[in-house]
C-alpha cells in the first residue's frame, strides 16, 4: 500500500468535471477522484498513460496495457486485511488488463456529502491482473446489502483481501 497525499491539488480538475446523469454525482466524484489520484501516482513513477474513462476501461498505457480503478472510501485507516467489493459480472463489460485499487480518505460523517473538502488523501492500495482478479476474488453473501455514495446494490458481489495486489510499480517490472 502506498499512501499518496495531498488530494487537495487534485480537486480542481474535479470540480471541473462533467458529471452525467446516470449515477449520483456522489458516486462519479469518487470515482473521477480515483483515476486522478492513479494518474497523477503514475506520474510519479514515470509511467507514460492517458486518461480515458471508458466502459472497458479508465487509464491506457503508452505500452498499450489498459486499467480500470476501482475507487472505495473511509474515514478508517485501511490495512492489508480489509477487502474491496466489486459487481460480480464485471469481467464482461471491463476488459482492462489491470484494475487498480484506490481508497480515499475522507472526514468522518460526509459519505452523502457532494462538498469536495470531505477527500482528505488516498491510498494506492495496489495492482492486479484481471485474469488473476477473477481467479482470486471471493463471492460474498448474495442476500447482504453493498453501498456505494447513496446507492444500495442487493446483487452478488465479489472480494479481494488488499493484502493480495501488487505494488503498482510491478507494472513496469
Not at 67 to 83: A, F, L, Q
Not at 121 to 127: Q, S
Not at 140 to 150: E, I, L, P, Q
Amino acid at each position: 500500500m502506498k499512501v499518496w497525499r495531498p488530494v487537495s491539488s487534485l480537486l480542481p480538475g474535479l470540480a471541473a468535471a462533467q458529471y452525467s446523469n446516470r449515477y449520483p454525482v456522489i458516486d462519479q466524484q469518487v470515482g473521477a477522484l480515483g483515476e486522478l489520484v492513479a494518474s497523477a501516482y503514475l506520474d510519479e513513477l514515470g509511467i507514460r498513460h492517458t486518461i480515458e474513462s471508458q466502459i472497458s476501461h479508465d487509464i491506457k498505457l503508452d505500452s498499450g496495457l489498459t486499467i480500470d480503478v476501482k475507487t472505495t472510501t473511509s474515514w478508517y485507516s485501511v490495512t492489508g486485511e480489509h477487502t474491496h467489493k466489486i459487481y460480480h459480472k464485471l469481467q464482461e463489460y471491463q476488459t482492462a488488463d489491470y484494475f487498480m485499487f484506490i481508497n480515499l480518505k475522507i472526514v468522518h460523517g460526509t459519505h452523502e456529502s457532494t462538498d469536495l473538502n470531505r477527500f482528505t488523501g488516498a491510498n494506492i492500495m495496489g495492482i492486479l491482473n484481471a485474469a488473476e482478479l477473477f481467479k482470486i476474488a471471493r463471492p460474498v453473501n448474495d442476500n447482504a446489502k453493498y453501498y456505494t455514495g447513496r446507492r444500495e446494490f442487493n446483487v452478488p458481489m465479489l472480494e479481494v483481501k488488499y493484502k493480495q495486489l501488487l505494488p503498482v510499480v510491478a507494472l513496469v517490472g
